[in-house]
């Protein structure tokens, strides 16, 4: 990273307040999670948010066990003490494109109970995932994520400085979950790289959002619109910079038009896949909901 930063005690001890400020405007408290009890709380958010067919569990107990004991991160945040949120992720390793590999931490799993969404807690759990990484001198944070969420895209992407650098078709498979279910399970990779520049001007709230308008009268490509009807427009573009549509709310769409949604997939599954598996990455979102993608030179 050009921008990289040393870790040392002053940016753990930034991270630190960074992490205290976002649990306040949230109104939780995140901390870390040690007992079976605890394990077992972080397994209700996460089996709420993607309730399994028949009484199933997203993550096992045992699992969480063993994961902890082998140096894994679970947090849970809470109001009081009730838990309204929790976060796995467990350390792994990434292929650089020059063939050496870089140990990151992969955060598998976050969510928040119901009604709990889109009041910053998502923020709070990962800047206190960020403090925890630094404090093990790990320098990068990766996760999946929907590419068709659009409130994910917004987390991930402008609220907390991440680039979204690869494409996994149906990464997962076949998922038999609330949210997921009669949908393809594409993924982003998310790359959160958080001694850079980029995530301290996003945590600090300076990152722009722009406008479609703004960046088409610039030069930017509109590779995938959105109709009058909510459906998306494919158009065969060129150029460094491409905008892709999402659609609202494609969790809602799953429950009330299912062809259309399947539609979203492949078309932003065409727009996008080959511009980041050619080096290309996204880098933000616009006002009205388009990935702005930057080609790979």
Same mark, same amino acid.
């Given at each position: ?9 002053? $940016?753990?001890? &930034? ?7 976002? @649990?306040? *405007?949230?109104?939780?408290?995140? &901390?870390?999670?040690?007992?079976? *009890?605890?394990?077992?709380?972080? &397994? $209700? ?24 004991? @082998? ?13 309204? =949120? ?28 119901? %009604? ?18 630094? !404090? ?18 917004? $987390? ?5 400085? %991440? ?18 279910? =009669? ?9 959160? !790289?958080?001694? @850079? ?27 995938? +619109?959105?109709?009058?009807? =909510? ?22 769409? *799953?429950?009330? !038009?299912?062809? $259309? ?18 080096? =290309? ?14 080609? +790979?030179?």
């Amino acid at each position: 990273m050009a921008d990289e930063t040393v870790i040392d005690d002053a $940016l753990r001890e &930034r991270a630190h307040a960074e992490s205290a400020r976002a @649990s306040a *405007r949230a109104g939780v408290e995140v &901390r870390e999670l040690t007992t079976t *009890r605890e394990f077992d709380l972080a &397994r $209700l958010v996460w089996d709420t948010a993607w309730p399994q067919p028949q009484g199933g569990t997203e993550m096992t107990a045992h699992l969480i066990r063993a994961l902890h004991h @082998s140096g894994a991160y679970v947090s849970g945040a809470y109001v009081g003490d009730e838990i309204v =949120g929790a976060c796995l992720a467990f350390v792994g390793r990434g292929q650089e494109p020059d063939g050496s590999w870089h140990t990151h931490l992969h955060s598998h799993v976050a969510a928040a109970m119901p %009604g709990r969404t889109d009041r910053g807690l998502g923020t709070a759990l990962k800047v206190h995932q960020r403090a925890w990484a630094l !404090d093990q001198d790990i320098d990068r944070i990766e996760w999946t994520f929907d590419p068709l969420v659009r409130r994910n895209a917004r $987390l991930n992407l402008i609220k907390l400085g %991440g680039t979204a650098v690869r494409y996994f078709i149906d990464f997962y498979g076949a998922m038999e979950d609330g949210l997921n279910a =009669g949908d393809e399970s594409d993924r982003f990779i998310l790359r959160w !790289d958080i001694t @850079s520049d980029r995530v301290a001007e996003a945590l600090g709230g300076g990152s722009e959002v722009p406008s479609r308008a703004s960046l088409v009268a610039m030069g930017a490509a509109v590779a995938v +619109g959105v109709d009058a009807d =909510g459906a998306p427009v494919s158009n065969d573009v060129d150029g460094p910079v491409r905008l892709v549509a999402l659609p609202e709310d494609v969790v809602a769409l *799953r429950g009330s !038009d299912p062809a $259309l949604a399947r539609r979203w997939r492949q078309a932003v599954r065409a727009a996008v896949a080959p511009v980041v598996s050619g080096g =290309g990455r996204a880098v933000s979102l616009t006002v009205e909901g388009d990935y702005v993608l930057e080609v +790979g030179s």
